[in-house]
Structures are given as C-alpha cells and as structure tokens.
C-alpha cells in the first residue's frame, strides 16, 4: 500500500511565521501535490511537482512556496503566514501518466492567530 | 479551463436506500473522471475512475458511476446505503499537463446516512 505521511497532524503558528508542511511519500511516485481543503470549496491545488527539483503553480499559489529536493518528499512553504491561510492541507502522490489515481495523506490542519 | 460541479452540498438518505450522488463536469476533451471518499478526519481514497471504454464503471465499496458525455455528467450510485457510507464524496476531471496529470475538484457532497 501507498503511504503518504504528513509530518504534522494539527499546527497552531502565529501571523508573519515562516511554515514548513512536510510530506513523504514510499512508493517512488514521479508526481506530488499539495491541496488546500477549505468548506464550501473543496480541494484547491497549490503547487505539484512531476519530478525532482520542478514545480509548476496550481490555481491558488499565491503566499506559498515548495521544495522537492528528494524524490520521496515534497514540502509546502508559508513564507509569512496570514489568517487566511487557515485551512486543511492535503498532500497527494501519483507515479504520473493518464489516469493515475493521487494517494493522499490524512491532512495537517494549519491555524494561524 | 476543466471544472466540475456537484450542486448537492448535503444529502440524507435512510439506511438500506439507494443513493445517487450528481457530478457535472467541464472539459474541451475527452475526460478522465475520478470520485473519492474522505472519511472524518481522514485523508481522500479513491472510489473509481473512468477514463476509456465502458461507460459504467464499478469500484470500491459497492459504488458505481455513469459517464454520460451527452449530459456532461458522471454521477455516483449505490444501491444500498451502509451507515458507514456516511463521508464526504468528491468527484474530479483530470487534465493532462506536460508535466503530469492535474485533477480539479469538485466542492464535495456531504453524505448522512439515518439508521
């Protein structure tokens, strides 16, 4: 089975901290995203990489940033965390090609004060 | 640009009754179409996925979809509902890239099941 694990369950940072989310992946997947869940509008992706050291912008890339200097691990940056940055992050691999299903993790729920 | 729509935010439905949950989508091309399950507090698995051939599609649980591209629509079935079921379901259109698959999703349908 696909493992997809997201160092952090529950984090509480306050506004203007630098925030790291961190994801590892075990099965050698090519592709790795980073989704944004919020009520009311589903999952809204951030930024994915297809492979090691690239990254292309999602629809909301706007106050993030990412990292994917290992195959396994793909990381999501808040520069200068804002409120409106509150939310349920969710991370996702796939081994990439057509319809290769995303395998997720089970979240980090982000709060900043 | 793809989008896809799920107009129902929360169904009921009683234990033991049939379940139809919408999904219309958006996309010039012909799409592949995904629906997931997130229990609470839990991460999204994969219920099934089309992307060729037939257009009724079986997965996991006991779940099924319809592709109907006249009717740009792939809505999920079941024929009777476990308590378990209760989740948020979210069906997605997935766009190639040149760099890899992209899926947009829908904003989901809250599933309650009355025992």
């Known amino acids: 089975d696909v493992k997809v694990t997201q160092s952090s369950r529950y984090l509480v940072k306050r506004t203007g901290e630098k925030v790291f989310l961190e994801c590892v992946q075990d099965?050698?997947?090519?592709?790795m995203f980073w989704y944004r869940q919020d009520p009311g509008l589903g999952l809204r992706l951030i930024y994915f990489?297809?492979?090691?050291?690239?990254?292309e912008k999602g629809d909301i890339p706007e106050g993030y940033s990412v990292s994917r200097e290992k195959k396994e691990r793909f990381s999501l940056i808040l520069e200068s965390a804002s409120t409106n940055q509150t939310s349920m992050y969710l991370c996702?691999?796939?081994?990439?090609?057509?319809?290769?299903?995303?395998?997720f993790g089970n979240g980090t729920r982000l709060t900043v004060t | 640009a793809q989008s896809v729509t799920q107009p129902d935010i929360h169904i009921t439905v009683s234990e033991g009754a049939s379940l139809e949950l919408r999904c219309n989508y958006s996309?010039?091309?012909?799409?592949?179409l995904f629906w997931y399950v997130q229990s609470p507090g839990q991460g999204l698995q994969l219920l099934l996925k089309?992307?060729?051939?037939?257009?009724l599609v079986q997965g996991i649980k006991g779940f099924e979809a319809e592709f109907k591209r006249s009717q740009s629509s792939f809505n999920l079935r079941k024929p009777s509902v476990h308590w378990s079921d209760a989740a948020e379901y979210f069906c997605?259109?997935?766009?190639?890239?040149?760099?890899?698959?992209?899926?947009?999703f829908g904003t989901g349908t809250q599933l309650k099941v009355e025992l």
């Open positions: 089309y992307f060729s051939g037939d257009t």
């Open positions: 996309y010039g091309a012909t799409p592949y």
């Open positions: 996702a691999s796939s081994p990439g090609g057509e319809s290769s299903p995303l395998h």
């Open positions: 990489s297809y492979d090691v050291k690239m990254k």
């Open positions: 997605a259109v997935e766009k190639l890239t040149g760099g890899g698959n992209k899926l947009t």
């Open positions: 099965m050698d997947h090519e592709n």
